[in-house]
């Protein structure tokens, strides 16, 4: 009998230390939209499911869907690397979360050194007028030498997935969000560049990463090279073409940064614009892109943080960038993405756990995983971010 007693308050105990250890409410946000997060988010929403017990299901679908299904109160929160151009519901804010650069990213496994482009160079790739990696303007820009900034940089340690502790490297950002150029490497390059068909792909579903690199290519060709590529940027990217993607033969669709990614791995002589990891997972070079200092920069965190913090903070949250703008170790297809919350309208439980996931995003996840190439977010636009985040209630 005394040992049944003792049986009894055993599992007792045992029950009541796992409801203490247990988070005092758990729940889950269902969320979709931009492809361009989905590695900073499939990362990081484990390490937030261990930190606070909630889960945070993010199905993608693109920028153009994200937006849809906010404005349709389909989801609790979306991702979308594009403001609204119609559409919006009134009850939202922009909270932006995330910084990356798009990468240019290529399949060339004969061409052994970095690819170097220029703004005119990739419209008349993306346009279709350049169909040939041997072609007269590649060559130029791939020949000569050039100047490629080198980035102050600081350890880091964070804890992996088991809990221990490992040293990152990551930039070293002022209290205003700008890296420390140390000094400039002057490159000579001389790329022998092959007889071979360029394969464009492109986004084929509505997208904030087309409508950001639509943008670049139109407003860094505005001042001397207009006629590249004159049409307004679209999150379609056939709507932004300057020409009819029917008329061209090299031109491959397909939905999702994955797809895109994957298409070019399987295709030599390919090329797209995508976000840097997913060049990472598949093993692709990516290109150095030359800004408006006449610079030539790789994909990376610390020139995406140069160059956004030579933009515009909007008051709604948004942020206007200037792709003339001289600014040292720019890399000129930095983007910030936005993470679209509700001021209204959801439970109470919902709006704190979409603001606890927003800021678990903006202060921790960058620096856990800088491998992924996202730029942690500080200086003024951090202090935006906390604000619009605070007005999801």
Not at 258 to 266: D, E, N, P, Q, T
Not at 330 to 358: F, M, N, R
Request: with cysteine.
């Amino acid at each position: 009998m005394k040992n049944r007693k003792k049986i009894v308050f055993s599992a007792i105990v045992t029950t009541f230390a796992l409801i203490s250890a247990s988070p005092a409410f758990a729940g889950a946000i269902n969320g979709s939209g931009a492809t361009f997060a989905i590695p900073l988010i499939d990362a990081c929403k484990v390490d937030f499911a261990k930190d606070s017990g909630h889960t945070v299901n993010y199905t993608g679908g693109g920028s153009g869907k994200g937006r849809t299904d906010f404005s349709g109160n389909l989801v609790d929160f979306a991702g979308s690397d594009a403001p609204y151009t119609s559409g919006a519901p009134t009850n939202f804010v922009y909270a932006p979360v995330y910084a990356a650069p798009i990468a240019i990213m290529y399949n060339l496994p004969t061409v052994k050194t970095p690819l170097y482009l220029d703004e005119a160079a990739l419209a008349q790739i993306f346009s279709g007028e350049i169909t040939n990696w041997n072609d007269p303007a590649l060559k130029t820009v791939n020949g000569g030498t050039v100047k490629v900034p080198v980035y102050k940089t600081k350890k880091i340690t964070v804890k992996d997935k088991n809990g221990k502790n490992v040293t990152k490297t990551v930039p070293a950002l002022d209290k205003n969000g700008k890296p420390t150029i140390t000094k400039y490497n002057e490159v000579e390059v001389n790329n022998n560049l092959p007889n071979l068909p360029i394969t464009v792909y492109y986004r084929s579903e509505g997208s904030g990463t087309s409508e950001n690199f639509t943008r670049y290519l139109k407003g860094a060709n505005a001042a001397t090279n207009a006629d590249l590529w004159p049409k307004a940027q679209s999150s379609t990217f056939i709507n932004a073409m300057p020409v009819n993607v029917s008329t061209k033969f090299n031109f491959q669709g397909a939905s999702g940064s994955a797809a895109v990614s994957a298409g070019v791995a399987g295709k030599v002589g390919a090329i797209t614009y995508s976000e840097l990891s997913f060049a990472t997972d598949n093993k692709l070079p990516t290109a150095l892109i030359k800004n408006a200092a006449g610079e030539y920069v790789s994909p990376n965190a610390a020139g995406v943080s140069a160059f956004l913090g030579g933009g515009t903070i909007n008051a709604n949250g948004t942020v206007d960038v200037d792709f003339t703008k001289k600014i040292p170790g720019a890399y000129s297809l930095g983007i910030t993405s936005y993470g679209l919350g509700y001021t209204s309208g959801k439970s109470a439980e919902t709006q704190k756990i979409v603001a606890e996931w927003y800021t678990y995003l903006l202060d921790k996840c960058p620096g856990k995983y800088p491998e992924k190439g996202f730029s942690q977010i500080t200086g003024a636009l951090y202090d935006k971010a906390k604000a619009q985040i605070a007005l999801i209630k």
